[in-house]
């Protein structure tokens, strides 16, 4: 389920040194624990939760993590923007969003996977309209919930 990033990518060693210079100005460091939580969320394109971080972290590395833990450590990393949740089946799923575009989500609710897609023209949209009432987002996720067309077959 989990690669290791390859220390030889770019993207990864970019991110990487940005989100240890984001916490080192925020006086924290970038432990251990985190950086095994990053490299996760990194090689998963899927929204997963803290259950899942954990057993990926408790397959494929020597440190053991619990659910407290990660939990706390993803709280840090959303204070930072590092990352953002999405709640579908009273489940939060946390994806890593630096670098990435404005970007939606879908549920199916027969296989429980989340897909994505991105539209520029769907996020003006909402921004067009949000200003038009008045209302600055400082961020906002939106699940679009039914049925994928593999379990629609």
Avoid: A, W
Avoid at 26 to 55: M, P, R
């Amino acid at each position: 389920m989990c690669r290791l990033p390859n220390v030889e990518n770019s993207e990864y060693l970019t991110l990487f040194n940005i989100i240890k210079k984001r916490f080192e100005q925020h006086s924290q460091i970038f432990t251990i624990n985190k950086q095994i939580i990053f490299k996760i969320l990194f090689e998963n394109s899927e929204h997963l939760s803290v259950d899942e971080i954990v057993s990926i972290s408790n397959k494929y590395f020597k440190q053991v993590l619990n659910n407290s833990t990660v939990y706390r450590i993803l709280s840090s990393f959303e204070v930072l923007g590092i990352v953002d949740n999405i709640v579908v089946d009273d489940k939060k799923r946390f994806e890593l969003v630096y670098f990435k575009q404005p970007h939606y989500h879908m549920y199916c609710q027969e296989c429980n996977q989340v897909f994505e897609f991105e539209s520029i023209d769907i996020h003006d949209m909402f921004l067009k309209q949000l200003k038009n009432v008045g209302f600055k987002p400082t961020n906002f996720n939106v699940i679009i919930n039914g049925i994928c067309s593999k379990c629609s077959k």
